[in-house]
């Protein structure tokens, strides 16, 4: 019998454990997507988030959590500027 060498066992793909997904869009007051919302995701039962992320430029976001049944708090920060009747942020100065 032939041993199989080292490089065929590396050919093999591995398998990738199963996940569930969370995903989610943030919206901001004047209902359309936030870029850079600092998003955090607990399990109910824990005090702590689990997970961090950051909204993306259609602000979306999505992480990966154990399979299975769970209940999970998800909390959304974002900064912004009101907005003027020009549609420009209104920013202070200073």
Same mark, same amino acid.
């Given at each position: 019998? #032939?041993?199989?060498?080292? *490089?065929?066992?590396?050919?093999?793909?591995?398998? @990738?454990? +199963?996940?569930?997904?969370?995903? !989610? #869009?943030?919206?901001?007051?004047?209902?359309?997507?936030?870029?850079?919302?600092? =998003? #955090?995701?607990?399990?109910? &039962?824990? &005090?702590? +988030?689990?997970?961090?992320?950051?909204?993306?430029?259609?602000?979306?976001? *999505?992480?990966?959590?154990? +399979?299975?049944?769970?209940?999970? =708090?998800?909390?959304? @920060?974002?900064?912004?500027?009101? =907005?003027? @009747?020009? !549609?420009? +942020?209104?920013?202070?100065?200073?």
């Amino acid at each position: 019998m #032939t041993q199989p060498s080292a *490089a065929a066992s590396k050919d093999k793909p591995q398998k @990738e454990k +199963p996940y569930a997904l969370i995903f !989610g #869009t943030a919206f901001g007051p004047n209902d359309r997507p936030l870029y850079g919302v600092k =998003v #955090t995701i607990r399990p109910q &039962k824990k &005090k702590h +988030p689990s997970w961090d992320l950051i909204s993306d430029h259609r602000g979306e976001f *999505a992480q990966r959590v154990p +399979p299975g049944p769970g209940d999970y =708090v998800i909390h959304g @920060e974002a900064e912004y500027a009101p =907005v003027g @009747e020009d !549609g420009k +942020p209104q920013l202070s100065k200073r």
